[in-house]
């Protein structure tokens, strides 16, 4: 059973800097685009960023770019979030999720296949 589990998170101030890890395992040998999301409360959950199966292909959203770095090492089967330069409405539970894709040349953000649990992001003075 494939499964993904996210942890990193936790209390930090404005300013400061989290990396978000978000371990697969039981997944098959397909292409596997992985995606962070984030849901505040009382808001939608959104996408963040996402990168391909082999890592060639990354997207951030524009609300964090150049602050947020996506990435990801296969032979650890983890996903990393780096997050830097942190604000309050950075705040929310933050999920990371697993599509199955056909090919390696680009990611999801839609049609996700397996999610994971989320770790929680607070950022307060």
């Known amino acids: 059973q494939a499964q993904l589990v996210e942890s990193g998170g936790g209390l930090v101030q404005p300013g400061g800097s989290l990396r978000l890890s978000c371990v697969a395992s039981?997944?098959?040998?397909?292409?596997?685009?992985i995606a962070w999301f984030r849901q505040a409360p009382g808001k939608d959950r959104e996408g963040v960023s996402c990168?391909?199966?082999?890592?060639?292909?990354?997207n951030v959203v524009d609300s964090v770019k150049g602050r947020f770095t996506i990435s990801r090492d296969n032979a650890k089967n983890t996903v990393y979030l780096q997050m830097n330069n942190l604000k309050p409405e950075d705040t929310a539970t933050y999920y990371c999720?697993?599509?199955?894709?056909?090919?390696?040349?680009?990611?999801?953000?839609?049609?996700?296949?397996?999610w994971g649990k989320g770790t929680r992001v607070t950022v307060s003075p």
């Open positions: 039981g997944f098959t040998s397909d292409y596997w685009s």
């Open positions: 990168i391909s199966s082999s890592g060639s292909v990354t």
């Open positions: 999720a697993a599509d199955r894709l056909f090919a390696d040349n680009y990611c999801s953000y839609s049609g996700m296949d397996y």
